[in-house]
């Protein structure tokens, strides 16, 4: 199919456009509330409240029987709350860390979650439940209603974190800080939790339980790699996400029994490759760059040294001699003569007649590098 019919029936044919719509939410959301998350260091914080919120969903079915997505998803938010609750009175009242804590309640209510789904299985309404999709993700059976859902609980969590963005700034960074300002950093806390426990249940019936932990993490891991500025860092992670949700939406309509929640979660893992590798900073790529070029830099000054040692001496004519300089520096052939091309080039020494010449600017880097030394 061309790209002009995938366009038209992403405008035009109901299903795909919902869906689209709504995976593109998601991203959004979860990459805009997921930078803190990351930042904070509670990346496992995500799994566990996705984990943690599949009992509220349950227990919301059992007590109103009702299948409305902002009913099921008000259960998701407590429940995702309480874990949350549970996290923090654990790591303030015993000797257990944040990290244990959060495998603690993750384990335990996912255990019940499942528990309840399977005495839902049994009930007389259990054809009609259709819970299961929370902890797989179906976004195949979105409709309006519940995109229109997604939206408004992910713009008031949007517009939230907009009003306090100074505030959850400082919290951050640096709390001791906030606190000295007289802010609450305790209240700050819950805030920023309970808005990244409203990113988490709105995708959850998106991509699940299981996968929703990747779309907190992994839009702002990647957009990590590509700036240093907190602004724009939420802006590249909500980006990320929002195209991830749109690419993973089209895809899984065009291909047979391709589930989006995958889909998605898969696009994005191919950001994250991309961005660890190719980001012009951070990047892989760009830090073997990098320690290629100080190890030629660090090569090159103590080249100056080497020169600086012998010059005005008997072996000066001896040891500047570049076809020696290998032999001299203990160096291979081939990184002698980069290091002396980079010198040159640089304005550290010149060529004389095969042998090498400290500059003015090359005897300066000497004394500066005997000094640190």
């Known amino acids: 199919m061309d790209l002009g019919q995938i366009l038209y029936e992403?405008?035009?044919?109901?299903?795909?456009?919902?869906?689209?719509?709504?995976?593109?939410?998601?991203?959004?959301?979860?990459?805009?509330?997921?930078?803190?998350?990351?930042?904070?260091?509670?990346?496992?914080?995500?799994?566990?409240?996705?984990?943690?919120?599949?009992?509220?969903?349950?227990?919301?079915?059992?007590?109103?029987?009702?299948?409305?997505?902002?009913?099921?998803?008000?259960?998701?938010?407590?429940a995702g709350w309480i874990g949350t609750l549970f996290v923090m009175l654990i790591t303030k009242h015993t000797?257990?860390?944040?990290?244990?804590?959060?495998?603690?309640?993750?384990?335990?209510?996912?255990?019940?979650?499942?528990?309840?789904?399977?005495?839902?299985?049994?009930?007389?309404?259990?054809?009609?439940?259709?819970?299961?999709?929370?902890?797989?993700?179906?976004?195949?059976?979105l409709v309006e209603q519940d995109v229109a859902t997604m939206a408004t609980l992910g713009?008031?969590?949007?517009?939230?974190?907009?009003?306090?963005?100074?505030?959850?700034?400082?919290?951050?960074f640096d709390p001791d800080f906030a606190s000295s300002l007289g802010y609450s950093v305790r209240f700050l806390d819950i805030l920023l939790t309970t808005l990244t426990v409203i990113a988490i249940v709105v995708g959850l019936q998106t991509v699940g339980v299981v996968l929703m932990s990747a779309m907190l993490v992994s839009p702002a891991a990647a957009a990590r790699q590509w700036t240093q500025r907190l602004d724009r860092m939420v802006l590249l992670a909500g980006f990320f996400g929002a195209l991830v949700g749109l690419l993973g939406a089209v895809t899984s309509s065009q291909v047979a029994k391709l589930p989006t929640g995958p889909a998605i979660v898969l696009y994005m893992s191919v950001i994250v490759l991309l961005s660890l590798l190719m980001a012009p900073e951070r990047g892989l790529i760009a830090q073997a760059r990098t320690r290629r070029r100080?190890?030629?830099?660090?090569?090159?000054?103590?080249?100056?040294?080497?020169?600086?040692?012998?010059?005005?001496?008997?072996?000066?004519?001896?040891?500047?001699?570049?076809?020696?300089?290998?032999?001299?520096?203990?160096?291979?052939?081939?990184f002698a003569q980069k290091v002396a091309r980079w010198s040159v080039t640089n304005g550290m020494v010149t060529r004389v007649n095969g042998h090498l010449q400290l500059t003015s600017y090359g005897r300066e880097i000497a004394r500066r590098a005997m000094v640190r030394t």
Not at 162 to 170: Q, T
Not at 299 to 321: D, F, I, K
């Open 10 to 78: 992403l405008f035009f044919d109901y299903t795909l456009r919902t869906v689209a719509l709504g995976s593109a939410i998601l991203g959004l959301v979860s990459g805009v509330l997921g930078t803190f998350a990351v930042l904070r260091k509670q990346s496992l914080l995500g799994d566990a409240i996705s984990h943690a919120a599949l009992p509220g969903v349950a227990i919301a079915f059992l007590l109103t029987g009702s299948k409305e997505p902002i009913v099921l998803v008000l259960g998701a938010v407590i």
């Open 294 to 334: 100080q190890k030629v830099q660090f090569a090159a000054e103590a080249l100056t040294v080497h020169l600086l040692h012998h010059e005005g001496t008997p072996e000066e004519e001896r040891e500047s001699a570049l076809s020696h300089m290998g032999e001299h520096m203990r160096w291979a052939e081939d």
């Open 155 to 172: 713009g008031v969590a949007v517009i939230i974190l907009l009003l306090l963005w100074k505030e959850f700034k400082l919290l951050s």
């Open 95 to 141: 000797r257990i860390k944040q990290d244990s804590a959060l495998g603690i309640v993750l384990a335990v209510f996912f255990g019940f979650g499942m528990l309840l789904l399977s005495f839902i299985q049994r009930l007389p309404t259990a054809s009609k439940a259709g819970l299961d999709k929370f902890l797989f993700g179906q976004a195949a059976t």
